[in-house]
C-alpha cells in the first residue's frame, strides 16, 4: 500500500506467514503443541479422579481409552514431548547461568535439562509398571 | 595454508533480482533482473555495488563501512534478512533475490524508512541514569570485569534491524517496541553504573513492550552480533514479574530498583 | 522560495566529533536550539569502525610529558604544541565523562580501565573496549545525546555549501536526502565534523561515506585546508578489502613477519627483535615507519603473494585462542569472515592500507577557523596536534577533546554575538547553492560518475601513496586538474528527488576531487621528507625550510595557491626520531 508520504507497505502475510521459513514454522508448532498439553493434563485430572475410585475404575479407564483413543494418546504423548524440547532448548535464554563469574556454556544447561527430564520419565515409567505389578 | 595465498580470482555468473520502488514513478514495487559477473571473494554488497557503478546508476540503497558494524546494509537476500556485507555470493545459488527489509515501509528501491526504529530505540531511554551524577574529577566508576561481562553482549547491537525484520510479531502489530530496543535496555539495566531500571520499566514493561514477545527467538537467530536479543526479553520478563509481585506482596516496601534476575555468583 | 530553518548552532556530521559537541552544547545551555546534520543516521558514521582505543594518561608511571613527547615525536615535530599541550591535559577528563556515560571500557581485576600499548609509546596509555573502542564510544554517545530534548537531529540530510558573508558564517544548505528538498539551515555558529577523506584512495580502511565533503565546503567557502600532504598508511589492513587489523592486536604481541618468517622490522632501526612487545619498537613503532618498512621489503621481493597483491604476515598464534577471544574478538571474526584464515592457527596477511588524513580544515587550538562563528573538529579538521603523523589512539581521543571544545565555542559565539547582516542576501546566497544542484538534473554530458571516480582512485594511488616523486606528484597534479573539468561534463541517470544516490556520489565526487587535487599540490610543494609524507628525490627532514604548516587556498578551477605556516613549538625542539632499543 502506498502511503500518502510516498512510502510503500508490504502486506504482511496476515495467515500464512508461519509456512514460510523453518523458524517460524517450528514456533507455531511449539505454540500447537500447547492444545495438546491442555488434552494431556484434563486426561490426567480424569485418570486421577478413577484412580480414587480404586484399582478396578482406573484399569477400565485407562484400558477404554487406550482401545478407543490410542491415536490421541499417541499424538498427545508426541506433542507433549516436542513441548518440553522445545521448552528446555531455551532455558539458556531465559536462565543465564554464571559459576564464578563465567557464564555457563547453554549446553550445560540444555544438557542438565534433558538429563533431569529424562531421570524422572524414568523414574515415573518405573513406578507405573512395577508399582502396578506388585 | 589458506586459499587466498593459492587460488585464482574466478567469476560466476549470478542472476540478481532486486525489489525496485520509485515513488515518485512507482504504484507499487517491481522485481528488476541483473546478470552480475561476480567474483569468487564477493560479499553480496560487492554485487550489488557492480550493479550501480556498471549497469545501473539509478538503484538506490545504503552501505558504509564493509565490515559488520555500522549497520546500514541490511537487505532480504532470498528471503532470510541479512547484512549484505557479511554475507558471501560464494555461498549463494546461481540466482539470488534482494528485497529491503521486511517489516519497515520501503522509502525507496532496498532503502526502508527507519524513524520509526530510532523512535523506539530512543524510547527506552538508553543511557545512564545514575543516582548521583559524579564529577570527572571524581574520577571513574569502579566495575569489575564480571559485572562488566553481564551486560557487555547487549552492547553489541550495531541497529542493522535485521531482527526487526525477523520478528513476526513485528509484522502483526508494528507498535512493538522491538528486539534490539528492548535488549538495550536490558544492557542498561544490567550496568553497575546504571540506577534506571524503573524509568524504563513504563515503556519496556509494558503491552507493546516485553508482553508482546511471544518468544518466536527469530531475532537471535538472524543477529549478526550475536546480541541474543531473545534472551534478553524473556529475563526482562522474569525481573519485571519480580517486580510487580513485590510491589503486590509488599506495598510498604518501595520497589528496590535491584539488578535483573542474572548475576547471582553461586 | 527555499525552506529555512533556524537554529542557534548547526553542527554538520554526527559522528564522534559532532555528537560530543551536540552534547556540550546541550549540557551547558540548555537553551541553545542545535540542529545536528547528517548524511546518515548517527550511528552509521565511521567513528563505529575504529578498533583499538583512545589515548590518555591513566598509569602511575606515565605522565603527561610522556604522551606530549610521544604525540609531537610521532608527528616529526609538525605538531602545534600548543594544542598538544591542552589536548594531553583534557584527554583523561573526556575518558573518565565517556565512562560516565556508560562506554563499556574493558576493566582490570580490580575494576579500574584497563589500558594496552599501541604503537610509539613509551607507557601503555590506551584505553580500549575490546576492539570495538570506536562503535562502543560511538553508541554510547549517540544514546546518551538522546537524553537532550535540545538536540534536533537532521538524519539523512547533505550539506552542500557553507553560507558567509563578510568573513562570518551564517549556515549551511543541505539536501534532505529522502525529499530531494534543498533547506537552508541559518545559524548564529557553525560547527563541521564530517570526518576523513580516505575514500581519495582506491585501497582503504575508511567507508563509502568518507567523502572529505566537510573539508571541501570549507575550503571552497576559503578557508584554508593544512598539511593535506599528509595521509597515514595504517599498516595492517588486509589485501583486498582494506579492512582494519587493530593495532592493538600488535599491542598485545602480534608479530610482523615476511616471506621468510623473518621479523623484518629489526632491519629498519626499529629493534631489537624481543620475543615481548617492547613499547616504541620492532612491531610497536610508529605507523608511517611500519608502512615505509612494508615498501622496502616488497621492493626487495620478501612479501607474501597473495591474490589481492602483496603482504606479510601478522602473527598472533602465539597469543592463544583465549585472549585473543577476550582482547581481540573483531579481529578474529573479520579474518575469519573476509580472509579465510582463523587468527588462533594461522597467520593473517596484512598490507599498508589508506587509513587517516592527518590535514583538514585549519583551525586554531579554540577550534575555530578564520571564518567567524565557524568551527570544525576531528579528522577533517586539523589542529593540529597529529603533525606529520598521528600516534595510534590519539585520534578518538582528539574528537572528544577538539569536539568537545568546538561545542563548547560555538556556543558561546552564538549566545554572544549580535549580528547585522542583511537576510535577503543570505538567502540569496542559499538559493544559487540550491540552483546550482538543481542544474545538475538537466546537464548533459557523456562523464560517468564511477568512471570519473575510479579514475581518480587511481592517479592518487599513483602519484601521492606511500613514497612520492617530483614527477609522480606533478602527473598527479595535472590529471586532477583535468579531471576536474570533465567533472564538469557529468550527466546524472537518476533524476528523481527520493534518496538520489547517483546525485549524492556526484557531489561527494566533487568534493573528493577537491580535496585530492589540495593533496596532490601540497604533496608536490613540500620538498623534504617528513613523517608520512616521503620522497624518493627529497629523503631528508628539511627543518629549514619545512618546519611549516602547508595551507591550500581554494582558487576555482586552479590549483590551490599554498602558503606556510610556522610551527607553534613551545618546549621541544625538533630531534631525530629514535625507536627501537635506542629510544628512552
Not at chain 1, 72 to 88: E, G, N, P, Q, R
Not at chain 2, 212 to 219: L, N, R, T
Not at chain 3, 184 to 191: G, N
Request: contains cysteine; negative net charge; charged residues 20%.
Amino acid at each position: 500500500m502506498k502511503l500518502t508520504n510516498g512510502n510503500y507497505v508490504r502486506p504482511p502475510a496476515r495467515y500464512s506467514w508461519w509456512l514460510r521459513q523453518g523458524r517460524y514454522f517450528r514456533y507455531m508448532m511449539r505454540e500447537l503443541s500447547s492444545l495438546f498439553v491442555g488434552i494431556f493434563s484434563i486426561i490426567m485430572i480424569c485418570g486421577l479422579y478413577q484412580l480414587s475410585q480404586g484399582e478396578a475404575q482406573f484399569t477400565a479407564f485407562t484400558s477404554s481409552l487406550w482401545n478407543n483413543f490410542w491415536w490421541l494418546s499417541v499424538i498427545t504423548f508426541l506433542f507433549v514431548t516436542y513441548h518440553s524440547y522445545s521448552w528446555f532448548i531455551v532455558t539458556p535464554k531465559a536462565m543465564p547461568l554464571r559459576f564464578s563469574g563465567k557464564k555457563v556454556a547453554p549446553w550445560i544447561i540444555i544438557g542438565a535439562h534433558m538429563i533431569l527430564w529424562l531421570i524422572c520419565s524414568i523414574f515415573i515409567w518405573f513406578i507405573f509398571t512395577n508399582g502396578g505389578a506388585q | 595454508m589458506s586459499d587466498v595465498k593459492t587460488s585464482q580470482k574466478s567469476v560466476r555468473q549470478v542472476e540478481i533480482e532486486i525489489l525496485r520502488y520509485n515513488p515518485d514513478t512507482d504504484e507499487k514495487p517491481y522485481f528488476q533482473t541483473y546478470q552480475v559477473p561476480c567474483q569468487e571473494e564477493w560479499v553480496i554488497l560487492d554485487a550489488v555495488n557492480y550493479i550501480k557503478d556498471n549497469l545501473d546508476r539509478s538503484l538506490s540503497y545504503r552501505w558504509s563501512c564493509h565490515m559488520a558494524v555500522c549497520g546500514s546494509c541490511g537487505m532480504m537476500v532470498n528471503g532470510e534478512p541479512t547484512l549484505s556485507c557479511h554475507a558471501f555470493v560464494r555461498d549463494m545459488p546461481d540466482k539470488i533475490t534482494i528485497e529491503p527489509l521486511e517489516n519497515f515501509p520501503i522509502a525507496r528501491d532496498l532503502i526502508v524508512d527507519m524513524d520509526g526504529f530510532v523512535e523506539k530505540l530512543s524510547s527506552v531511554k538508553p543511557y545512564i541514569n545514575a543516582a548521583e551524577e559524579k564529577t570527572v574529577e571524581q574520577g571513574t566508576y569502579q566495575q569489575l570485569p564480571e559485572q562488566l561481562q553481564l551486560y557487555k553482549q547487549y552492547t553489541q547491537c550495531i541497529n542493522c534491524m535485521l531482527c526487526y525484520s525477523a520478528c513476526p510479531q513485528m509484522a502483526l502489530n508494528d507498535g512493538f517496541v522491538g528486539p534490539a530496543a528492548l535488549a538495550l535496555a536490558h544492557r542498561y539495566n544490567l550496568d553497575s553504573r546504571d540506577k534506571g531500571r524503573e524509568v524504563r520499566e513504563d515503556v519496556v514493561a509494558s503491552n507493546a513492550g516485553i508482553w508482546e514477545c511471544s518468544f518466536v527467538g527469530a531475532c537471535s537467530e538472524v543477529c549478526p552480533k550475536h546480541v541474543d536479543p531473545a534472551a534478553a526479553i524473556q529475563q526482562t520478563k522474569i525481573a519485571a514479574t519480580g517486580d510487580y509481585f513485590k510491589k503486590f506482596l509488599m506495598p510498604w516496601k518501595n520497589a528496590q530498583k535491584g539488578q535483573a534476575p542474572e548475576g547471582g555468583d553461586q | 522560495m527555499l525552506n529555512k530553518i533556524n537554529s542557534d548552532v548547526v553542527i554538520i556530521g554526527a559522528g564522534g566529533a559532532g555528537l560530543r559537541a551536540a552534547i556540550e552544547i546541550a549540557r551547558s545551555q540548555p537553551d541553545l536550539s542545535i540542529a545536528l546534520l547528517s548524511k546518515v543516521y548517527p550511528m552509521r558514521s565511521h567513528t563505529v569502525a575504529a578498533e583499538g582505543g583512545a589515548a590518555g594518561v591513566a598509569k602511575d608511571e606515565d605522565s603527561f610529558d610522556n604522551h606530549f613527547n610521544d604525540t609531537v615525536a610521532g608527528g616529526d615535530w609538525l605538531c602545534d604544541q600548543d594544542a598538544v599541550e591542552y589536548f594531553i591535559h583534557q584527554a583523561p577528563k573526556e575518558l573518565t565523562q565517556m565512562e560516565h556515560w556508560g562506554c563499556p571500557w574493558s576493566r582490570t581485576k580490580e575494576g579500574k580501565v584497563a589500558v594496552r600499548p599501541f604503537g610509539g609509546m613509551k607507557v601503555e596509555r590506551t584505553w580500549y573496549a575490546a576492539d570495538k573502542t570506536g562503535f562502543h564510544m560511538l553508541h554510547t554517545l549517540f544514546q546518551t545525546s538522546l537524553k537532550y530534548p535540545g538536540i534536533k537531529r537532521y538524519d539523512e540530510y547533505y550539506s552542500i555549501d557553507l553560507i558567509s558573508e563578510n568573513g562570518q558564517c551564517y549556515g549551511v544548505t543541505a539536501l534532505d536526502m529522502r525529499t530531494g528538498q534543498i533547506k537552508f539551515f541559518r545559524a548564529k555558529s557553525v560547527i563541521i565534523a564530517t570526518g576523513g577523506a580516505g575514500r581519495v584512495f582506491p585501497f582503504t580502511t575508511n567507508g563509502a561515506i568518507k567523502t572529505g565533503d566537510g573539508m571541501a565546503m570549507a575550503y571552497r567557502a576559503g578557508v584554508p585546508l593544512k598539511d593535506m600532504e599528509f595521509v597515514q598508511y595504517h599498516p595492517t589492513g588486509l589485501p583486498g578489502t582494506g579492512i582494519l587489523i587493530t593495532e592493538g592486536s600488535r599491542g598485545e604481541g602480534g608479530l610482523l613477519v615476511n616471506k621468510n618468517n623473518y621479523r623484518y622490522l629489526q632491519d629498519y632501526n626499529l629493534g631489537p627483535p624481543d620475543p615481548w612487545p617492547r613499547k616504541k619498537a620492532m612491531e610497536l613503532g610508529p605507523r608511517d615507519r611500519l608502512s615505509q618498512a612494508f615498501w622496502q621489503e616488497q621492493q626487495k621481493g620478501n612479501t607474501i603473494q597473495t591474490p589481492f597483491g602483496d603482504a606479510v604476515h601478522l602473527d598472533l598464534r602465539h597469543l592463544g585462542e583465549e585472549k585473543i577471544n577476550e582482547r581481540l574478538p573483531m579481529v578474529r571474526e573479520l579474518a575469519i569472515n573476509y580472509m579465510g584464515v582463523d587468527p588462533v592457527h594461522e597467520p593473517i596477511p596484512v598490507r599498508p592500507v589508506v587509513h587517516y588524513t592527518m590535514g583538514g580544515i585549519d583551525t586554531d587550538i579554540e577550534a575555530a577557523t578564520r571564518l567567524k562563528g565557524l568551527y570544525a573538529a576531528g579528522e577533517c579538521a586539523c589542529v593540529s596536534i597529529n603533525g606529520a603523523n598521528r600516534l595510534g589512539s590519539n585520534s578518538l581521543t582528539e574528537l572528544l577533546v577538539f569536539g568537545s571544545k568546538a561545542g563548547a565555542n560555538a556556543a558561546e559565539f552564538a549566545s554572544k554575538t549580535s549580528e547585522q547582516v542583511d537576510e535577503a542576501l543570505l538567502e540569496n546566497m542559499a538559493k544559487q547553492s540550491a540552483d546550482k544542484v538543481a542544474q545538475l538534473f538537466h546537464h548533459q554530458g557523456k562523464e560517468t560518475i564511477p568512471g570519473l571516480r575510479n579514475e581518480m582512485n587511481t592517479i592518487m594511488e599513483a602519484g601521492a601513496g606511500i613514497y612520492r616523486t617530483e614527477s609522480s606528484l606533478k602527473d598527479a597534479v595535472n590529471q586532477l586538474t583535468q579531471l576536474k573539468s570533465r567533472f564538469a561534463d557529468i550527466e546524472l541517470t537518476d533524476k528523481s528527488n527520493v534518496y538520489n544516490t547517483d546525485l549524492i556520489q556526484a557531489l561527494e565526487l566533487g568534493s573528493m576531487i577537491d580535496v585530492a587535487r589540495a593533496m596532490a599540490v601540497s604533496a608536490l610543494n613540500r620538498q623534504e621528507s617528513r613523517g608520512s609524507h616521503q620522497r624518493l628525490d627529497y629523503v631528508e627532514r628539511d627543518d629549514k625550510n619545512f618546519l611549516r604548516h602547508t595551507l591550500a587556498t581554494f582558487a576555482g578551477d586552479d590549483n590551490p595557491t599554498i602558503d606556510y605556516r610556522d610551527v607553534v613549538i613551545t618546549k621541544s625542539q625538533p630531534a631525530e626520531r629514535v625507536y627501537g632499543g635506542e629510544s628512552k
